[in-house]
């Protein structure tokens, strides 16, 4: 899975999560999820989210610190690769 697959995933989990997010402004960067408006709970809900489509464990402390769509598309990337 491409780290764009896997930032689609991501942007639906947004979606899904917290629908007054404007995932259009989403991109694949290190801008913190914070600055389109989500809390720390709502990046675990999309991380758990995004765990429970692709069946990828990551720890709520991994989650916190993938801060950004960049960071978490990577941990999702390594946790895929880990699995493989």
């Not at 389109?36 to 990046?43: A, E, N």
């Not at 991994?62 to 946790?79: G, N, Y």
């Amino acid at each position: 899975m491409t780290k764009d697959e896997i930032f689609a995933e991501i942007l639906e989990a947004v979606s899904a999560v917290d629908g007054r997010v404007d995932i259009s402004t989403l991109r694949l960067d290190e801008t913190p999820f914070r600055a389109h408006g989500l809390t720390s709970l709502t990046q675990l809900q999309v991380c758990v989210d995004v765990s429970d489509r692709l069946g990828v464990p990551f720890s709520d402390n991994d989650v916190l610190l993938a801060s950004t769509p960049l960071r978490l598309a990577s941990l999702i990337e390594r946790r895929l690769a880990e699995a493989a």
